[in-house]
């Protein structure tokens, strides 16, 4: 039978003609579909949903992948029905390309528009490629499709409450002839992309940006071998073509790099550093670390930002702010205390968040974060949606002092690989607070734990385990912040020697 290409398909054959042969022949070697590409693809669903209902009438082809020839005997007979105004998930099949389009609309009896609807707030390159394939097949089945346009969320829509209103939800952008990727572009990627489905070898592609834009490919480990820890690709900042660069010199290694080789001065910092496995240690820690003062309290926020707002007030992509941690010290000699927050229902969690947190945090002198951007940014936003906190808010964000660049700025250690991330920084210079078989090990599972707990589907014991995963996680971030506040002023051999 002879190869096919879908929407989807020929999507991923733009990015890299590897990554379809692969995808259609050998789908085995891609990588397991992540918790959150699983969330990200389930929020899709739910966008387009909500989007139909912008087009009162539409009919629904409901007939899935295994069922095809019902789909496009389905999809004819509605667009020959004048009376259908708009059809979803309309199903062509043309030039051995199958897609099928999200809505349909239908402009008079001769002619109809096209809208991909995309969770998005706005166009992206690659779109071009997905609403030209789309107008590829429909205009070669014989509909005329004067109009194509990309319907993506309105950032500035906000969220009164109850039902979505879909007209002011989404926004509508034509795709227009700087736009559109021209007829006879996408007749030549279809066809060179046929002929490399025919082959009987996956084709010859270099790794290189492709691999992660505008997707992070599911092959990309078929193709990119895991570099050492003092490959040149692990210097802070450094970009693509300056490692293509080196690498076109003979150098991969740090080790490599001549002494005189231009580089920035954080550069030449991590270079020195893992040259001589020590961790350098600028000169102004010491100073910087003295503007702590006492009450202090180390501070954390885990959120998540729905495409589709939950909570009046809110817009497409805010962040709902769900848990916090904070660990506190009266002085320097008192003991560390805990303290924390998890909304566990449905319910808002804006006002009991900002309302504990105002509580948890109170009379101190300095509370440390670590990239204070995030965390003042969720301060501001819970000010404007509540304001009757607004004077305590600022109160706290007059007292944040961010670790981070105080980290960049005077401190560098070898395993660092070129990142700052708490999640890099602690198992380097705290090899005890690993994250490592954690349930809960980052912000992006936070985030998934937290949706799957307040689910009405979890049953109680099962609810029970996420919600200490939940807990533990965000507890060790605030306890990592003060382990390393104590680590780097005490001055333990592990920032001097390494092995």
């Known amino acids: 039978m002879p190869m096919r290409l879908s929407k989807s398909r020929f999507v991923a054959g733009v990015q890299c003609l590897k990554r379809l042969y692969l995808l259609v022949h050998q789908p085995e070697l891609a990588a397991a579909t992540s918790d959150g590409a699983e969330a990200i693809m389930n929020q899709g669903q739910d966008v387009g949903d909500v989007a139909r209902q912008a087009f009162p009438g539409g009919v629904l082809v409901d007939h899935d992948h295994e069922h095809l020839d019902d789909a496009l005997r389905m999809t004819k007979e509605l667009v020959d029905n004048p009376v259908v105004p708009a059809i979803f998930e309309a199903t062509f099949d043309y030039g051995r390309v199958l897609v099928r389009v999200d809505v349909l609309q239908r402009i008079d009896e001769n002619n109809f528009r096209l809208l991909e609807v995309k969770s998005s707030t706005g166009m992206k390159d690659h779109y071009a490629y997905d609403i030209g394939i789309q107008k590829y097949v429909v205009a070669g089945v014989g509909l005329n499709v004067p109009s194509a346009c990309l319907m993506h969320l309105n950032r500035d829509y906000i969220y009164a409450g109850g039902d979505y209103e879909p007209l002011k939800l989404f926004s509508k952008q034509e795709i227009g002839p700087d736009t559109e990727i021209a007829p006879n572009e996408i007749v030549q990627r279809v066809q060179q992309q046929l002929k490399v489905l025919e082959s009987s070898e996956p084709p010859s592609v270099s790794p290189g940006a492709h691999c992660s834009n505008p997707f992070l490919c599911e092959f990309f480990e078929c193709c990119n071998a895991p570099v050492p820890v003092d490959h040149v690709s692990n210097l802070p900042g450094i970009r693509s073509a300056r490692i293509a660069a080196m690498a076109a010199e003979g150098i ?118 670590y990239n204070q951007g995030f965390e003042s940014g969720r301060l501001s936003d819970l000010a404007r949606w509540l304001p009757q906190y607004s004077v305590q808010i600022g109160e706290i964000q007059s007292k944040l002092f961010d670790l981070l660049p105080v980290m960049r700025r005077n401190v560098y250690h070898p395993e660092f690989a070129g990142s700052y991330s708490l999640k890099q920084v602690l198992p380097a210079l705290l090899p005890e607070m690993t994250y490592s078989g954690m349930q809960v090990a980052n912000g992006g599972d936070a985030g998934i734990a937290w949706a799957q707990m307040i689910s009405q589907d979890i049953e109680s014991p099962e609810r029970q385990l996420v919600r200490t995963a939940l807990l533990e996680y965000c507890g060790q971030d605030t306890r990592a912040l003060a382990e390393l506040v104590k680590t780097l002023r005490s001055g333990k051999d592990v920032l001097h020697d390494n092995p």
């Open 252 to 369: 991969s290694s740090i080790h490599d790099i001549p002494d005189d080789y231009q580089l920035s001065e954080r550069q030449q910092i991590a270079c020195s550093a893992v040259k001589k496995r020590k961790t350098w240690i600028g000169p102004g820690l010491e100073a910087e670390l003295a503007q702590l003062r006492y009450p202090l309290c180390f501070m954390d926020f885990e959120t998540v930002y729905p495409a589709l707002p939950r909570c009046a007030g809110m817009r497409p992509y805010d962040h709902i702010p769900f848990q916090w941690s904070v660990h506190r010290q009266e002085a320097a000699s008192a003991p560390l205390l805990h303290y924390e927050f998890l909304a566990e229902d449905q319910r808002d969690p804006r006002p009991a968040f900002i309302e504990s947190l105002c509580r948890a945090v109170e009379d101190a002198a300095t509370v440390v974060v």
